[in-house]
């Protein structure tokens, strides 16, 4: 199953911010130093903009820290002015006015101030979101290129889910701390810096006062959250298992009507949505009370303030507004805390991304074309094997001393029981694997001195498992064969046997396959990827298992086509059926890696050894099915 698919079904979900909630674990990173670093190489070539986003984060928050301070003299004006009149209508002595040109200058300031760090924020916002972007880019073409240079090896060794799930998810993770997250630490930063200043400049007591609840919070988050991390474990664990059972409830829906299961998967669901109920009213009711019990500490922090700065306005050691300022303060201080801590978080399962992204991009390419590569203009066919040894595994070899001579236009069919190495001749042939001893050659030339786009645009393949596009049906069998005509399309179809049943859907050619190509069936998917092959008109032909999805009768039509389209040429066919391969001009046995047995159909059969006990076994089969 893909990861990312996982990830949908072990309910995968951001908190705050864009991090994990609070109290989850988080994904961390093997080599935290190490990705950093190499993460930071495509940070460099933007020096500049990164200094200008810094500039404008710290300007921005320098404003806005300001401010507090400045309305705090407002407000302690204003005050001045009140107490003034009520002093002076007590003694009946003139009651001077309020000083509201200086309040509204005060105000002016303020907007200033406020309308600077907003477009400061503006700025930094939009150099950061085109660097994050322009990252994202050079890493997503750094990945595509690597993809494109790796061997056959790595994608069997890996699910296409875990390599999309490092092209897209780990990629959008990396982009959006870019984005978001570092510029929020840089803000937090200078925030908390630029508050504790304006803090000490008010009152050293009070801040002293404030940092008191501080370690109260810590210890209070601390005990909650290991608390609750186990609760959100098992949350995620249930979870996926129910997300789990519904995708293969849904997915298998008919065969559990068939069986008459519904009661016992609808029973599972209850029992797993149980556990997951509990599971998660335990995770978040334990997770929820951090909040209400931090804003608790903080407002006992906020009491203690106002009585200790209420004193000492009276003792006149600060002014009115000071205490104003000062608990706006407090409040801009213990956000800015809580925002890094989930920073640093967010930081740990990026890096812990970036790595996965890195893991990919240090993985061992194909071994790159020789820089004297031949190209092969026109092909005969002329194949051979000499003294080939392969092993997917080097400890492990596969196919010892294979020698096979394939003349010009001749059909080559190869056969035997599973693994015994038959798909393995055709990724050899194609260079998807590197053979570990030997050679291989088309026309007297070692494909290694071949280019491999040459190579492989030398074959055509048609293969058991059909691979068609989202698109119209015209340009997926078009696919092979690049500016084909649309007569040339036809013809090809025609020859597939395709043309009818293409020509019953309502939109004909111009039917848009989906992005599995489920709206037609498995043996018509089959007879596209025929046309296809028969467009590019390949000097030699492989084909693996080609009709095995379609019906007898439309076989025998296609094993015509394929005979006229294989005269001529060389052809690899690697079959079950024997009864399709009768008129081979030569049948390679296998078993366990080697040639075991080669000759005609007849010979074979005359011989009476294990292709002969194959063909024998499935034709009593087929009798049997016959006779039922």
């Given amino acids: 199953m893909s990861e990312k698919r996982k990830e949908q079904r072990q309910g995968k979900h951001k908190g705050p911010m864009g991090g994990p909630p609070m109290g989850r674990p988080v994904e961390k990173a093997k080599d935290f130093k190490g990705t950093i670093k190499r993460l930071m190489q495509y940070l460099k070539p933007r020096e500049f903009q990164i200094i200008m986003v810094f500039l404008m984060a710290a300007l921005s928050t320098v404003f806005a820290i300001l401010s507090p301070k400045i309305m705090g003299k407002a407000l302690t004006k204003l005050f001045d002015g009140i107490i003034a009149k009520h002093m002076a209508l007590k003694i009946n002595k003139p009651v001077p006015a309020i000083d509201y040109a200086y309040i509204t200058r005060i105000l002016i300031i303020l907007i200033l101030l406020y309308a600077a760090s907003a477009l400061f924020s503006y700025v930094q916002q939009y150099i950061m979101a085109g660097i994050a972007q322009n990252i994202v880019l050079q890493i997503r073409k750094d990945i595509n290129d690597k993809l494109s240079r790796l061997p056959l090896k790595f994608f069997d060794s890996h699910t296409h889910g875990e390599i999309l799930s490092r092209v897209t998810n780990d990629v959008d993770n990396i982009a959006s701390t870019l984005q978001q997250s570092l510029t929020q630490l840089i803000t937090s930063i200078v925030t908390i810096v630029g508050v504790i200043i304006m803090m000490l400049t008010i009152s050293p007591l009070m801040t002293l006062i404030a940092f008191v609840t501080l370690p109260l919070c810590a210890i209070v988050t601390k005990q909650i959250a290991s608390r609750s991390q186990k609760y959100f474990a098992e949350q995620q664990k249930d979870l996926g298992e129910l997300n789990g059972h519904v995708e293969e409830m849904y997915t298998g829906h008919k065969i559990i009507k068939a069986f008459g299961h519904e009661d016992e998967s609808i029973d599972k669901f209850n029992e797993i949505n149980e556990r997951l109920y509990k599971g998660s009213w335990e995770a978040q009711f334990i997770s929820g009370i951090i909040m209400p019990l931090l804003n608790f500490i903080n407002n006992i922090g ?76 026109s092909v005969e066919g002329n194949v051979k094997f000499e003294d080939v040894k392969f092993g997917y595994n080097e400890d492990s070899i596969l196919i010892n001393d294979m020698n096979i001579d394939v003349k010009k236009g001749q059909s080559i069919a190869i056969v035997g029981p599973t693994g015994a190495g038959k798909t393995t001749i055709v990724n050899l042939l194609m260079r998807f694997y590197e053979i570990n001893d030997g050679r291989i050659t088309v026309d007297g030339v070692d494909i290694r001195d071949i280019s491999r786009r040459n190579l492989r645009s030398i074959f055509g393949m048609v293969l058991q498992d059909t691979w068609l596009f989202n698109g119209t049906i015209r340009d997926n069998i078009a696919y092979g064969r690049e500016n084909a005509s649309e007569e040339e399309i036809i013809q090809a179809a025609k020859a597939a046997h395709a043309d009818h049943f293409i020509r019953t859907l309502p939109e004909g050619y111009d039917t848009v396959l989906n992005e599995e190509a489920s709206n037609i069936s498995q043996g018509q998917k089959q007879l596209l990827t025929i046309a296809r092959a028969i467009l590019a008109d390949p000097s030699i032909l492989i084909l693996d298992e080609a009709t095995s999805s379609v019906d007898t009768r439309t076989e025998i039509h296609i094993q015509k086509a394929m005979d006229a389209l294989a005269k001529g040429r060389t052809s690899f066919i690697i079959a079950h059926r024997l009864s399709t391969i009768r008129d081979a001009d030569l049948i390679l046995v296998m078993n366990n890696g080697d040639i075991i047995e080669k000759g005609t159909h007849k010979e074979l059969l005359d011989k009476k050894g294990f292709y002969a006990d194959l063909y024998n076994s499935q034709f009593t089969g087929a009798k049997i099915e016959e006779a039922i």
């Fill in 302 to 377: 906020y009491v203690l303030v106002c009585v200790v700065g209420g004193i000492m306005v009276t003792k006149r050691k600060i002014e009115i507004g000071d205490i104003q300022a000062f608990i706006q303060y407090s409040k801009q201080f213990t956000q800015p805390i809580v925002q890094t801590a989930n920073i640093i978080n967010i930081l740990q399962s990026t890096v812990a991304s970036a790595e996965r992204v890195f893991e990919l991009l240090d993985e061992t390419e194909e071994i790159p074309d020789r820089p004297d590569v031949k190209e092969l203009k």
